[in-house]
């Protein structure tokens, strides 16, 4: 069983910066592949980014392409998701998840993966 904690979330105005946090319990997630999810108020989740397990493979949704960066530390047992450039419509809880079956792949799906956090909520005011 693997818990998943985020962190980082909070309020910034258009153009700022978070970084936000995945911290996981509970077992390693060197063999996980891990991806960032986030939904808005009225919408349903949608993919963000997400990381093979190595490290080597990173996809993103167009919508955040060239702002955000998904990165993980082994070490640390941490995934991160560094924001920038950030927008109103960026504004929505995000989660983080990991998927235990991915290979050496990453998946958009929300169905793909199997632990979650709880969410933190990010916030971008105009």
């Known amino acids: 069983q693997v818990q998943l904690v985020e962190s980082g979330g909070g309020l910034v105005q258009a153009g700022g910066s978070l970084r936000l946090s995945c911290a996981a319990s509970?077992?390693?997630?060197?063999?996980?592949?891990m991806g960032w999810f986030r939904q808005a108020p009225g919408k349903e989740r949608e993919f963000v980014a997400a990381i093979s397990w190595s490290g080597g493979r990173t996809s993103y949704a167009d919508s955040v392409k060239g702002r955000f960066t998904i990165s993980r530390d082994a070490a640390k047992n941490t995934v991160y998701l560094q924001m920038n450039s950030l927008k109103p419509e960026d504004t929505a809880e995000y989660y983080c998840a990991a998927d235990r079956t991915a290979g050496i792949m990453v998946r958009l799906q929300a169905e793909a993966y199997d632990y979650w956090g709880q969410g933190t909520q990010v916030t971008v005011s105009s």
């Open positions: 509970g077992r390693t997630l060197s063999s996980y592949a």
